[in-house]
C-alpha cells in the first residue's frame, strides 16, 4: 500500500493535480467509482452476482472499478493522515463488541440495523 | 491486508452472516458506508474538509467511515478473489498512458471526463 | 412540487441556509440520502425487497429516506432552472429510441449496458 | 408526475423488464444515476458548480441525470406504492419541528448532523 500512496502521489504532482484533491472532492470521486461499479450489478440477482456466475467481461469491468475505488480511498487516507490498516483493524474489534457471537448467530434481524 | 482479511471471514463464519455476503450486497453495504462518509463532507468548503481544518470529532468521525469502507472493500475483493493490491498497481499504469504528463498538467477539462 | 419548491426556498432563506445549498453540495446531500436507502435494502433479497413483504417499521423508514431524496433532487433542480417534469419525458423519448422493444424484450444483457 | 409513471410501466411491461424492476435492484440503480451526477461535479468548486458558471455541456449532462435519477425515483415510488408529493411534503413538517428556526439561524454546525 505504501507503494501504491507514493505513485499516486507523484502521479497528482506531475500532473499539477493536487489542487483539485482536497478530501471533500476525494469523496465525490470515490463515491462517483462506487456509482459505477453498483451499475455493474443493479439487474444482477445476488446469485448471478457470485464470482462463478460472472461472464469474463463483468468480472474485468468489476476488478477495474474495485481498483479505482481502492485507489481513491488510499489518496483520501493519504491526505488525512489515517492508517488504514490500523483503523480497520481496530475497527473489526469494536464490531466484534457490538455484535457477541451469541447473539448475532444467523440472525438477519440484529445483523440489519434497521 | 492478509490478516484483515481472515479476520473478517472468521467474523461472518463464526455468526453465520456469510450467507449475505453476495457480491451484490457487499456493493450495496460498500455504497451506503460512502454515503455516510459523504454527509459528513456534505456542508464543508473544500478548504473547511483538509485535514487541519477539521474537528476532532469530524476527525474521528471520519476515520471510522473510511475503515468500514475498507473493511467491505476487502470483504467484497476477498469474495470476487481480486488482488487488490495488484488491481491498483495495474491501474495505475493504465492511467499514465490514459494522462500524459505534458497534455494533463494543471489541466481541469482534461482531468474531468466530461 | 411547485408548493415543495416554494416550501424549500422559503425553509432555507428563514435558516440562512442557502449559503450551504451550492449544487454541488446538493449533489452530496443527495448522494447521502440515497446512501441511507440503500443501507435499507442492502441484506434483503430482491423478493424480500417487494412492498408486501416488508415490515411496516421497514416500510416507514424507507418512505422517509424517499422523501429526503426527492426534496433534495427538488432543491437541486431549483437552484440549476431545471423542469424535473420535462426532463424527465424528453428523456423516456430518447429511452424509448434508444431500446427498441423489438430488440430488448426481455432482454437481460441488452437491458444492461455492461 | 401521473404521466411519468404510466410511461415507465408501459416502458417496463413492452419490454418485458418488470422483472428486474424490484425495490432492492432499482435503488442500486438510482444509486449508480446518482454516481454519474456526483462525477459531473467532483472537481468543481461549490462556486465552479453554480449554473450561471457551468459550460453548456456540463449543463446538459447534468439535466440528463438529474432527468434518470427522477425516473428511477418515480418508478421506485410506484413500486412501493409512496406517494412523492404527500411524503414530501410530510417530510418538510418534520423538518421544520426539528430545526426551529431561532436555533438554526446561519448555524451550520446544527445544520450539520455530525
Redesign the interface.
Known amino acids: ?1 505504501k ?2 500512496k507514493d ?2 502521489r507523484a ?1 497528482a504532482e ?4 493536487d ?2 484533491h ?4 476525494l ?25 462463478e456466475n460472472l461472464s469474463s ?3 474485468s ?4 472499478e ?6 481513491y ?2 489518496r ?2 493519504d ?4 492508517d ?2 490500523q ?6 474489534k469494536i ?2 463488541e457490538k ?1 457477541p ?1 451469541e447473539l ?5 434481524v440484529k ?4
Chains 1, 2, 3, 4 share one sequence.
Open positions: 500500500m507503494e501504491i505513485k499516486l502521479f506531475e500532473r499539477d493535480w489542487k483539485f482536497t478530501p471533500k472532492n469523496v465525490m470521486a470515490l463515491s462517483g467509482e462506487v456509482g459505477e461499479l453498483t451499475e455493474i450489478f443493479q439487474w444482477l440477482t445476488p446469485d448471478e452476482s457470485k464470482i467481461k463483468q468480472f469491468n468489476i476488478k477495474e474495485i481498483a479505482d475505488i481502492y485507489l480511498l488510499i483520501l487516507a491526505k488525512l493522515d489515517i488504514l490498516e483503523s480497520a483493524l481496530h475497527k473489526i464490531n466484534s455484535y457471537v448475532s448467530r444467523g440472525n438477519a445483523y440489519n440495523k434497521r
